[in-house]
């Protein structure tokens, strides 16, 4: 085993990820090897430099900001009638114009059948068509016979 | 204890309470406007990762089904915020584990600043994906699990990036290091 890999054994030891089996083996090599001593000093000397250093300040513009900050109404689960609510916003969002198509077709087949039957059930009572005709009033204009009727033989 | 209440004011914030919102970022806006500024490097863009991170966190609380899972829940929310910020910018993307700087800044050219701003300002020259596993374990002490949680990466992977990335780093600030240790 080179050092490189007891290097990378120093750094899981110093993070105490590093299991009691192979501590044992760093620690036997760490006794004969002074590259890998002066390593693991290194990065303890690290350590202790990253840890001193001064944690930033918060600005008190972000204190503001989140004291302004009002959350929304939604802060709990979505109730039963949500939950459905979106399940048919869904279900209806994409068929919204297939819908609204049907529709149109559906109000047109209905005023063709309308006028359909309209006319299927004046030619089935022909007996008001002839009296509705033989009804009209005989108009007179001045100067204008009347027509004669012609007369049935 | 810390957890046992973050528990409860999850639970508040999920039946309604409001309050418990603002108790929680008092609890957590110190580390989690840490993290956001050592990934962005720029204060206005942290204070809106920060602030978009808990409108999230009131909003979809009631999607986190394990309550103890909370603290990493946040850290995924805010580390998701800084990327999208940072991709805004910067393409994001991995090349090579080993290659951890993303830019090289010459520790002379640091010279007569101060100690803490020379090791800040060379974190900051990490690359990201090593950059944010480092602030996790070294600033928040999460093991590699729970890093691996956050990042959706392997255990595996998160060591191998806190090695390369101490070890560049270590490397980096020897002179100041042991300069520092002398005097």
């Known amino acids: 085993m080179n050092c490189t890999l007891y290097h990378e054994d120093v750094s899981r030891y110093i993070d105490r990820e590093l299991d009691e089996g192979r501590i044992a083996v760093l620690f036997a090599h760490l006794a004969g090897c002074t590259g890998c001593r002066e390593f693991l000093g290194a990065m303890m000397e690290l350590r202790s430099t990253l840890h001193w250093l001064p944690a930033p300040r918060v600005p008190a513009t972000l204190d503001r900001r ?14 039963l009638l949500d939950r459905m609510s979106s399940w048919w916003n869904r279900r209806l969002l994409v ?28 030619a089935t009572a022909p007996g008001q068509q002839v009296m509705y005709i033989m009804s009209l009033p005989t108009v007179e204009v001045e100067g204008i016979a009347p027509a004669q009727t012609p007369s049935i033989q | 204890m810390t957890s046992t209440t ?22 957590y806006k110190g580390p989690l406007y840490a993290f956001c500024l050592h990934m962005l490097r720029d204060g206005a863009k942290a204070e809106d990762a920060v602030h978009d991170t808990f409108v999230k966190v009131a909003r979809q609380a009631y999607t986190l089904t394990h309550a103890g899972a909370f603290r990493g829940w946040l850290f995924q929310i805010a580390r998701n915020e800084t990327l999208m910020i940072l991709r805004k910018t910067q393409p994001v993307h991995i090349e090579d584990e080993e290659d951890v700087w993303e830019s090289q800044t010459p520790l002379t050219l640091l010279e007569g600043n101060e100690r803490t701003e020379v090791v800040r300002t060379t974190l900051l020259s990490l690359k990201v994906h090593h950059r944010e596993v480092l602030l996790l374990r070294e600033f928040e002490g999460m093991s590699y699990s729970d890093i691996a949680a956050i990042t959706g990466s392997t255990e595996s992977t998160v060591k191998s990036r806190i090695f390369h990335a101490r070890r560049a780093l270590a490397e980096k600030l020897a002179p100041l290091i042991y300069d520092g240790r002398k005097s």
């Open chain 2, 6 to 27: 973050d528990i409860e004011l999850l639970s508040k914030l999920q039946n309604g309470d409001s309050r418990s919102l603002g108790e929680l970022y008092e609890r």
């Open chain 1, 95 to 122: 068929p919204v114009p297939a819908l609204a198509g049907t529709a149109l077709l559906l109000l047109s087949a209905a005023l063709v059948s309308f006028s359909l039957w309209q006319g299927a059930r004046r």
């Open chain 1, 66 to 79: 989140m004291q302004s900050f009002r959350p929304g109404r939604r802060k709990s689960a979505p109730a």
